[in-house]
């Protein structure tokens, strides 16, 4: 069953840290090859909790899947530099199917 990596980004305080995940880290979702469901750049509303800037969602085909990827060597030494520089909350959740 397939899976989404959703993550949730407020606005960074440091630009070039992010560039610099995206630089490293681009590379690594090419290589999984997700589908990219909402990207950055596209319109974010905000209805409950803390404001965010840009929301990320990607499917995977599996749990497993997702998993393999964010945790790889390649993605978490990306990762680090978002990290660094904006408060994000990440999820890797099955998606669900109708019976």
């Known amino acids: 069953m397939s899976a989404l990596y959703i993550v949730f980004v407020e606005k960074p305080a440091d630009q070039a840290e992010i560039d610099e995940y995206r630089r490293l880290?681009?590379?690594?979702?090419?290589?999984?090859?997700?589908?990219?469901?909402?990207?950055?750049?596209?319109e974010v509303t905000t209805v409950e909790g803390d404001e965010v800037d840009v929301v990320v969602a990607l499917e995977f085909a599996s749990v497993a899947a997702a998993k393999e990827w964010?945790?790889?060597?390649?993605?978490?030494?990306?990762?680090?530099?978002?990290?660094?520089?904006?408060?994000?909350?990440?999820?890797i959740v099955e998606k669900w199917q109708a019976p």
């Open 25 to 42: 880290g681009l590379p690594t979702v090419a290589a999984a090859k997700p589908t990219f469901l909402a990207r950055p750049g596209g």
């Open 70 to 91: 964010y945790y790889s060597p390649e993605y978490q030494a990306a990762l680090k530099h978002r990290l660094g520089t904006a408060k994000s909350r990440a999820v």
